[in-house]
Nanobody, 118 residues
Framework: QVQLVESGGGLVQPGGSLRLSCGAS????????MSWYRQAPGKERELVAG????????NYADSVKGRFTISRDNAKNTVYLQMNNLKTEDTAVYYC???????????WGQGTLVTVSS
């Protein structure tokens, strides 16, 4: 069964840090590009950060550049999102996503809630 399971969300004060994890199962993790998306209340889901299969190339939304870092451990089938200097506008449900062109794969996790509030 193809599955992504996120963890690590919670309540944090502005300026604080959190690390999200996403564990993958049911497919060859190293064959997929991985991304983190987020969806705030009343807003569309948006891309936060992505990392390619081999882990050498990453991309970030402008709003998180310099604060968030995406990484992956192919031996542990896990992708991470280190979030530093969190702001109230980072409050959202964060989703993990796996994509592969061939064989075709597109799967989402169930999401983990991050709340940044004093």
């Amino acid at each position: 069964q193809v599955q992504l399971v996120e963890s690590g969300g919670g309540l944090v004060q502005p300026g604080g840090s959190l690390r999200l994890s996403c564990g993958a199962s049911g497919f060859i993790f190293s064959s997929a590009d991985m991304s983190w998306y987020r969806q705030a209340p009343g807003k569309e889901r948006e891309l936060v950060a992505g990392i390619i299969r081999a882990g050498g190339s990453t991309n970030y939304a402008d709003s998180v550049k310099g604060r968030f870092t995406i990484s992956r451990d192919n031996a542990k089938n896990t992708v991470y999102l280190q979030m530093n200097n969190l702001k109230t506008e980072d409050t959202a449900v964060y989703y993990c996503n796996a994509v592969r062109t061939y064989p075709a794969l597109a799967v989402w996790g169930q999401g983990t809630l991050v709340t940044v509030s004093s």
